[in-house]
């Protein structure tokens, strides 16, 4: 069955460094989206993209991060000068159509540590 | 702003028991969606149910249903004759039928844990 994968599992970075987190979407998907979950804390939106752009993002999504789709099948997320509060799970998820029942498949998650 | 909340942050069950994990969320549109994600350790969460708002029957699938309460904003996930591999975390989610992306908005989570 299909999936959408993240690498890596998990991401240890000095504070002001900057990581791209990497995801492959399910191939015939058409809009992606990173979700994060600080620890205890709830699961919030960062951004969704569609069609080579972003379709929507939350405040969160300030101009320390970026988003990619740099070779048809991969879909980065780009943290530039990590602080310690990126320290989070971050989830990858993509979607075959935007309807409102169509359903989200995400991957597993990559926890980002930033020390 | 829609909001969802989760206050069980984590749950017990005997195998073969029922549990029901409970998610409240506040919203004043009248038409969404909500969903119940599973993560398994280490694993992606996949959709276990979802229920749309104008629909008064509570969904169903298999061992799981819903609960659905519009007027008290609730929207909670019964699990019956549960498994050993019905542990993990449980996100309730909303999402709003306005939204262009149609973007999840998630609670906290509860884990479940289940006793063999």
């Known amino acids: 069955e299909p999936e959408v994968t993240q690498t890596p599992s998990h991401q240890v970075t000095q504070m002001g460094q900057e990581v791209i987190l990497r995801c492959v979407p399910i191939?015939?998907?058409?809009?992606f989206y990173w979700y994060r979950q600080i620890l205890g804390q709830k699961v919030e939106f960062l951004v969704s993209?569609?069609?080579?752009?972003?379709?929507?993002k939350s405040e969160i999504f300030d101009d320390q991060f970026s988003v990619e789709r740099p070779d048809g099948s991969n879909f980065t997320l780009k943290i530039r000068s990590t602080k310690l509060e990126d320290s989070a799970m971050y989830f990858c998820?993509?979607?075959?159509?935007?309807?409102?029942?169509?359903?989200?498949?995400f991957g597993q998650g990559t926890r980002l540590t930033v020390v | 702003a829609q909001t969802v909340t989760q206050s069980q942050p984590e749950m017990s069950v005997q195998e073969a028991e029922t549990v029901t994990l409970s998610c409240t969320y506040d919203?004043?549109?009248?038409?969404?969606?909500l969903f119940w994600y599973k993560q398994p350790p280490s694993r992606q969460m996949i959709l276990v149910i979802r229920?749309?708002?104008?629909?008064?029957q509570n969904a169903t699938e298999n061992r799981f249903s819903v609960n659905f309460q519009k007027a008290a904003k609730s929207f909670s996930l019964k699990i019956s004759d549960s498994q050993l591999g019905d542990a993990a975390m449980y996100f309730c989610?909303?999402?709003?039928?306005?939204?262009?992306?149609?973007?999840?908005?998630f609670g906290t989570g509860t884990r479940l844990k289940v006793l063999a």
């Open positions: 191939s015939n998907h058409l809009y």
């Open positions: 229920q749309e708002a104008y629909k008064q």
């Open positions: 998820a993509s979607s075959e159509g935007v309807t409102v029942n169509t359903e989200a498949f």
């Open positions: 989610a909303y999402r709003s039928v306005y939204s262009g992306t149609y973007k999840y908005i």
């Open positions: 993209f569609y069609n080579n752009e972003i379709s929507e």
């Open positions: 919203t004043s549109e009248s038409d969404y969606y």
